[in-house]
């Protein structure tokens, strides 16, 4: 029961508060200890020249000190200064989030105002959202970060620090809950208000943008080497205090942690259930939903209400998280801004921005899409773009329409069809087809060693010789022989498709070789389509560079000329500090995976021609293929066997089963 009465959480933040502030007075005198070796030179040199004036150190010997130590201590004031001056200067990282001016959310700087008072601690000096399932505070009182800070209002302090309200929070959560959720992250303001801690806190900011200093991009090599050397000495201070920082801050969350247990404490046991399920329906659609588009080049410019429908879509599907959908009916708390649209999409442009390195603005190449055109706008034109870029790899590779054959050795209908790809990918029938030549050669070496029971040695010897230029080895050598033409081909069309495209594929080749893949042909494509799909990806980073450096410099100009506007209603973006993004989802896909999802696409190209398919959206898992109104949920696996296996046979059942003509040709992008 410790911490729940009174008397219990009185001495719980008490401890907590006496530990931060312990901690703090710590980090501090690091700073003392290197603000005292910097003088230290300069002192014993003053001495010196003191015991010269009176007398007591004279001769050749103590002058020739007196030059030394004064030299030294010059040398080292000067570099202590510069140290002092970057540390003091330098902009530290903040967290890219979307500001919220007073007037956009006015019902939402009052329950965070109320919550302050019910707290008795400083009420935070402005609110900020960022497109995670996170809350905290964060001090922005650098002058860098004031310039695009918006003032809350005329009660808070300047020196308080911002609330950081992760974005899904607002559009999934109650209001309730999101009071509750609040409390101890508010609360630890309290302990942020403290001198002490204060000072400790701009130390190590200071720190550590001070160890990031080299890195600035523009510098000299005079200016640089110089940063290298701050650098360094800010690590070793930072490294020193690195410890009590990390205790300081443990024993401020305890203490607003102890002094929020006052404040919705029931509730806050419930809401932190909507944190998690918030979390795991967010990266879901991040992953699922969101990815694609912005590969794409589009952003759904709605996430936050987009996580609404995953979570309810969760809820249905699972049945832990059942009966959670039922909290929809009570108010949200996105009603507590002004203008949530507008919220949403500049957090879901800064997500974007975030999590996939797209553009800071809206562009021809990057526009925004509503959940209703998503089906159409990202999924339909997302498979067509892949099946073009499939077709295109099977041309850089030589395989030409009218050359190209079925694995019975039928002629393939011209176009961009699906029996194209299955005929390339399928190498099960010819596996086939060797293994029964060679059980026949076996029958037939067994049968003659029964008649020759007089020869039984020369017949062993014979029949080993018939299994060593037998028809396993002659169709190995006729794949060598169709692998050799088919590169032939691809270094003839090179010069007219893309050299780089064949060489790749080729290097693909040789390096598969050595671990004997199961469809070398899957394998030689995979590493083509890899090897496009970056060159596509360095173009497009290059654009979004461009586009970058361009809105910076007319963002600078413009603030020469006149400065912000003074309208504080629409929401404004901070950060990011870095390179993009800053936080990638996933890693890089292999070739086989890539080849997969082109296949797929593929397939739902020819189910949406031919078998009147439609594109669709599903909250958790996103681009859907809808058969019949129902989702098609067991074309990955048959995929997966023709890629990795080369065996066609089920997907084939399941194009016959649902009506799909893969002989015809598909619409491309």
């Not at 009174?6 to 530990?19: F, K, L, N, Y």
Request: hydrophobic content about 45%.
């Amino acid at each position: 029961m410790y911490g729940v009465s009174g008397t219990g959480s009185d001495v719980g933040e008490e401890w907590g508060a006496r530990a931060a502030r312990s901690r703090a007075l710590a980090v501090l005198r690091v700073r003392g200890r290197a603000l005292g070796l910097a003088v230290l030179p300069a002192a014993v040199a003053v001495v010196l020249y003191a015991g010269g004036v009176t007398g007591h150190f004279t001769g050749s010997g103590w002058d020739a000190a007196r030059w030394v130590v004064t030299v030294l201590a010059v040398l080292v004031l000067i570099a202590a200064t510069a140290v002092a001056l970057v540390v003091a200067r330098a902009r530290p990282a903040a967290t890219p989030t979307v500001e919220l001016a007073e007037t956009a959310a006015p019902d939402l700087y009052r329950l965070v105002r109320d919550l302050a008072d019910r707290l008795d601690v400083p009420a935070p000096a402005a609110i900020a959202l960022t497109p995670d399932c996170d809350s905290w505070l964060e001090d922005r009182t650098h002058r860098a970060h004031r310039a695009l800070r918006t003032p809350g209002g005329e009660g808070e302090s300047e020196g308080a620090p911002v609330l950081v309200i992760g974005s899904p929070f607002l559009w999934w959560m109650r209001v309730g809950e999101l009071r509750a959720v609040l409390a101890p992250v508010v609360a630890g303001t309290g302990p942020a208000a403290q001198p002490d801690i204060a000072a400790a806190r701009r130390f190590v900011r200071g720190l550590d943008a001070a160890v990031a200093v080299p890195g600035t991009p523009g510098l000299d090599p005079v200016r640089r080497i110089g940063a290298g050397a701050v650098g360094q000495v800010a690590r070793v201070l930072l490294r020193a205090c690195r410890g009590h920082a990390a205790e300081m801050e443990r024993g401020v969350a305890v203490a607003g942690s102890e002094r929020a247990q006052a404040v919705d404490y029931g509730v806050r046991i419930v809401a932190q259930e909507q944190v998690g399920l918030a979390y795991a329906g967010w990266d879901r659609l991040l992953t699922r939903v969101a990815l694609p588009a912005w590969r794409m080049g589009r952003w759904p410019a709605k996430l936050d209400a987009g996580v609404v429908s995953a979570l309810t879509e969760l809820s249905r599907r699972d049945r832990l998280a059942d009966g959670f959908s039922s909290r929809l009916g009570e108010r949200p708390a996105c009603d507590l801004l002004e203008e949530p649209g507008a919220v949403d999409e500049a957090a879901s442009l800064l997500a974007a921005r975030l999590f996939h390195g797209g553009p800071a603005a809206p562009g021809p190449d990057w526009s925004p899409v509503e959940w209703s055109q998503y089906p159409e706008e990202v999924v339909d034109r997302k498979w067509r773009t892949d099946a073009a870029r499939l077709h295109q790899v099977l041309d850089g590779l030589g395989l030409a329409d009218g050359t190209a054959r079925g694995a019975g050795g039928e002629r393939v209908a011209e176009g961009p069809t699906l029996t194209r790809v299955i005929a390339h990918l399928a190498t099960e029938p010819t596996k086939s087809a060797e293994v029964e030549v060679e059980v026949e050669a076996d029958a037939d070496a067994d049968t003659d060693e029964v008649d020759a029971d007089t020869h039984t040695d020369a017949a062993l010897d014979a029949g080993a010789s018939a299994d060593a230029a037998g028809t396993p080895d002659s169709a190995g050598t006729d794949t060598d022989t169709d692998a050799e033409h088919a590169t032939d081909l691809a270094t003839d069309v090179a010069t007219d498709v893309d050299a780089d495209l064949v060489l790749d594929a080729e290097h693909a080749e040789d390096t598969e070789d050595d671990d004997e893949p199961v469809n070398p042909a899957a394998e030689a494509l995979a590493g083509a389509l890899s090897a496009l799909l970056a060159r596509e990806e360095a173009a497009r980073e290059a654009r979004v560079a461009a586009s970058t450096l361009t809105a910076e410099a007319a963002a600078r100009s413009a603030e020469k000329d006149g400065g912000h506007s003074g309208g504080t209603s629409a929401p404004v973006v901070s950060g990011p500090d870095g390179p993009l993004p800053l936080f990638p989802l996933q890693p890089p896909r292999s070739g086989r995976d890539l080849l997969a999802d082109h296949v797929t696409a593929m397939v739902c190209c020819a189910a949406v021609d031919t078998a009147e398919a439609t594109p669709g959206l599903d909250w958790l898992d996103g681009p859907a293929l809808l058969v019949g109104g129902e989702r098609a949920t067991d074309l990955g696996p048959r995929v997966l066997a023709l890629v990795e296996e080369g065996d066609p046979e089920p997907l084939r059942v399941w194009l016959a089963r649902t009506g799909v003509r893969p002989e015809k040709p598909v619409r491309l992008v």
